[in-house]
Every structure is written in structure tokens, then in C-alpha cells.
């Protein structure tokens, strides 16, 4: 599966634009500001429905317009598909398969799948535990839908949840029989999600060692660890003993919304303190490599790797490994950006693949033979 051509109106920095790709490595380089990601993010809006940058579809169309439109072909199963978008301001987006339009956008995700590898994800390791969260719930949803709706109930479960234990510390009126009903939902609900969570990492952390040792040379040992209170206890039982603290606090302060994702580096050292530059970049990329792999595995097919800006602070030894890895039959259709042109065309020739190359400069893009 690969997308064979793009074309954008007024998305962006971009007045009108097409686009051809080979299914191999694809790159666009320019200066800071050219419009190179953006390219990728178009991307990623007709795989996702969304932007990978900015959740809000209108901040998408170029300034004094009042619309954008994306739209790519699609090879997959040897059969072209057309999927097309478009935003209009103060209207509903419009996001069609073949010209047919979907009754649900969730209907879409998972049919083209990408990942996407950027300096945004830095987040991860910086913020709190919400952000490492997403990340395993996306995961995991982009290959099962029932996970997803388990979830938004659980979530939407949850706000009734505090929104009770609010009213019973402002009204004094204790509710027996209806924190009852939400705690029976949220035990049904909650307990399906961490044992996919559970199950999903069983699978995902080998995945991740071994990306991040190919990637580091073996010259470092890092962890990653799933915690959660349901490994010590049933959910019933951890909402019973926090009842009295919840409605202290007037929230539910224990269940599968507290668990984390635990990156260590140094023999069980914060990655987040501890870890260089460098090290942190590693541990990124190979999450979302471990990520490629598990959707692959999943799907049965290839789905496309978007690598943006990546380079910074990589030595050359993790660059040239990160190519060679990426370049080979494992992974699918490519695409990178990079400010300099020489060196991504250098490190294509030495590791001997082809490759499209695009320049942009302040939002004109010119094809460059390589």
C-alpha cells in the first residue's frame, strides 16, 4: 500500500500543488519554513482524517482563503483508490473514498495507516503520563475498533463518575445506587482495556528492544515498562478502597486513566533526566519503529513512514543504521524531510537505494532527478 500522487489547494503555505511518488523513498528538502513538513502533514490528513500538528481543521487553510482541498491516489491490493478532502470554513469537513462520502470518519482510519516520526514527539518524554497514554491507546486502536469504543466509554464513564462524587460533596446527598451503576461500568470496561494494554505490551516491547539496539549499536541497555494498578488488584476492589479519598477529592483517583509508560535509560535512571539528546531521539524513533512493526503484523501490509526533520542529533552511525533499516523490505513507502539536500542524497547513494527527491523553497516545489 503507497500513495502514487498528491494534490493540495490552499492547504497551508501551498496555493495549488501536485505531487508524484514511487513507492520507495521519497524525500523533501528546503530551508526551515519552505513548506517541507507540510507536505508530510498533508500526508497524514488523508490517512488520519487530521492533522498530526494542529487538531484544528479551519488553521489548515491558507491565510485569505476559504477553503482546502487534499486529495491523493492510493495503490493498495494492485486497485487505485481516490481519497479526497475538503475544509471549508463554518462548514463540516468532507472526507470521500472512490467520491462516496463516509457516514463516519472512523470508518476511514486504519485503511491507509502511516507513522509519523517528528521533534514534536518529544512530548512524549517531556509531559506527563496523558501524553504516553495517547500513545498506547492509538496504537492499539488504529488495528481494533472495539478497543476505541471501549475506551470512550470508559472515558465518558468516568466524567459521569467525578461529576457524582462533585455533586454528592456540594449537596451533601449521598448516591449509593447510581456510583454503583458507574462503578460496574467502569470495572466491565476498564478491565477489557488493561488486558489489551497488558496483551499490546507482551508484544510491543520486544519490538521496541530490538529496534532501539540495531539503532544504538548495542551500546546501551534502555527499558520501557507498563504500570498500572490492576496488576496488583482488581479494579473493583481498587475503587472500593479509594472510595473515601475519591470523594475527598471529588474525582476518581485510581484506575486504567492513571496508568504510565515508564522510559528508562542506565539501568532504571529517568530517560526524561538521565538520557542525551541523542538517546532520547533513539528512544523515539524506535518506539515509533515498534509501532510500524505492530501495525504491520497486524494489518498484513506495509504502511507508510513519514520522517520528519529527524536527523538533528544523530550521529552518523545512527543515521546511516536508521536508513539502512527503514530502506529495507520490511518497511514500505518512505518519506523524509531534511534541510540539506547533499547529505540525504549522499546517504541514499551509500546505502544504494532510490530515491524521489522534491526541493521546496517558500512553498514552490521543484522535482529533482537523483
Known sequence: MYIKKLSL????????????????????????????????????????????????????????????????????????????????????????KNKKEYNRLSEHIGLFPL????????????????????????????????????????????????????QIADSGRYDPTLLEIFDDQLIISGT?????????????????????????????????????????????????????????????????????????????MPLKKFGSQGQQKSFLIALKLAKYSFIYQKVGFKPMLLLDDIFDKLDDLRITKLMEMVSHDDFGQLFITDTNAERIKRIFVNIGVSLNLYHINKGIIKHEQN
Open 192 to 268: 477489557k482495556i488493561f488486558e489489551q494494554r497488558k496483551s499490546f505490551m507482551e508484544i510491543f516491547t520486544p519490538v521496541f528492544n530490538q529496534h532501539y539496539q540495531y539503532l544504538s549499536g548495542e551500546a546501551e541497555v534502555v527499558e520501557l515498562i507498563y504500570q498500572s494498578p490492576l496488576f496488583d488488584d482488581d479494579l473493583k476492589s481498587i475503587l472500593k478502597k479509594n472510595l473515601e479519598k475519591d470523594r475527598v477529592l471529588q474525582r476518581t483517583s485510581q484506575g486504567i486513566h492513571r496508568d504510565e509508560l515508564i522510559f528508562q535509560v542506565h539501568e532504571g
Open 115 to 166: 507513522v509519523m516520526i517528528s521533534p514534536n514527539d518529544i512530548s512524549l518524554i517531556l509531559e506527563g503520563s496523558e501524553e504516553r497514554r495517547k500513545f498506547i491507546d492509538t496504537v492499539i486502536s488504529l488495528t481494533n475498533h472495539q478497543y476505541l469504543d471501549d475506551l470512550i466509554f470508559y472515558n465518558k464513564t468516568l466524567l459521569n463518575r467525578n461529576a457524582l462524587l462533585k
Open 9 to 96: 489547494v490552499n492547504f497551508k503555505n501551498y496555493d495549488e500543488a501536485e505531487l508524484s511518488f514511487i513507492d520507495g523513498a521519497n524525500a523533501f528538502t528546503g530551508n526551515n519554513g519552505a513548506g517541507k513538513t507540510n507536505l508530510l502533514d498533508a500526508v497524514h490528513y488523508l490517512s488520519m482524517c487530521k492533522s498530526y500538528f494542529n487538531p484544528i481543521d479551519s488553521q489548515q487553510i491558507k491565510q485569505d482563503r476559504d477553503l482546502f482541498m487534499l486529495q491523493g491516489v492510493f495503490e493498495k491490493n494492485n486497485k487505485e483508490e481516490l481519497i479526497a478532502c475538503g475544509v471549508k470554513k463554518n462548514h463540516k469537513k468532507q472526507f470521500k
